[in-house]
């Protein structure tokens, strides 16, 4: 178990799934963990149990992530919870999935909106503080369809690729002042959005990846607790594929 005592995290849609693994995780490994959540207070609230079963400080916060203004609201709660911020996550993202010909101008700014631009958001306003401490981890939650593309996902595979862009370059910006950015790419994960999957196709994804099953939110997690670790400190502007061999890069 990598340890991270001490240390305080954002994780932006932590309140189910993958999110939720991931914020239950950091705190596991000793990190106090603020979530946000769009509209799912219960959710929320069972997060923060989790967390707090792990002997943690948890806080949930109503944040919508494509809003621009959010991100500072985000930063300035966990700055008064926790004094500081080693850790982002960046998780929220939404599906709005059809093909390309039938996808409206709406479909395609909202899943831009949420998952690449409320990236960008709170990245731009955490850092501000992590550059004031010359330290800190991003680790931004992309896909292996930002890396090889899904078909009717134009709006989610361009999404995610952008997220990869935003990683690399973050990267590159920060890193004199002690601060590294990666991203993690699930494949298919057992999670609410895959449980309601045509078993067909759930057995066509088994079928096309080596490993031959869905992963876990916690092997995500696993993955996002390692590089916010400081035994990851020499790793940055990489992309960690958790995806059971479906995407080989």
């Known amino acids: 178990m990598f340890d991270l005592t001490g240390q305080a995290a954002i994780v932006t849609g932590g309140a189910r799934g993958i999110g939720r693994a991931i914020a239950v995780a950091l705190a596991a490994a000793g990190a106090d963990v603020l979530i946000t959540y769009k509209g799912n207070a219960a959710a929320a609230e069972s997060a923060i149990a989790a967390i707090a079963a792990t002997g943690r400080k948890g806080v949930a916060l109503q944040a919508d992530a494509a809003d621009p203004d959010a991100a500072a609201t ?3 709660r966990a700055m008064e919870e926790f004094g500081k911020i080693d850790l982002l996550v960046n998780n929220a993202g939404i599906t709005r999935d059809t093909l390309i010909l039938r996808m409206t101008p709406e479909q ?43 078909a009717g996902q134009a709006n989610y595979s361009s999404a995610k690729a952008g997220m990869i862009g935003l990683t690399k370059a973050t990267a590159r910006e920060v890193a004199s002042r002690g ?22 196709i759930k057995e066509g994804v088994k079928a096309q ?23 990851a400190g020499y790793i940055t502007g990489q992309v960690l594929g958790v995806d059971g061999g479906l995407v080989m890069m």
């Open 209 to 231: 990846t080596p490993l031959g099953r869905f992963g876990e939110p916690e092997e995500i997690a696993a993955a996002v607790v390692f590089l916010a670790s400081k035994e």
């Open 74 to 76: 985000v930063v300035a």
């Open 108 to 150: 395609w700014r909202e899943v831009l909106d949420t998952n690449l631009s409320g990236a960008f958001y709170m990245t731009k306003a955490a850092v501000k503080e992590m550059l004031r401490a010359k330290s800190g981890r991003i680790v931004n939650i992309t896909s292996v369809s930002g890396q090889a593309g899904n």
């Open 179 to 200: 601060i590294t950015g990666n991203a993690v790419a699930p494949g298919f994960i057992v999670t609410e959005l895959t449980a309601d999957l045509p078993e067909a």
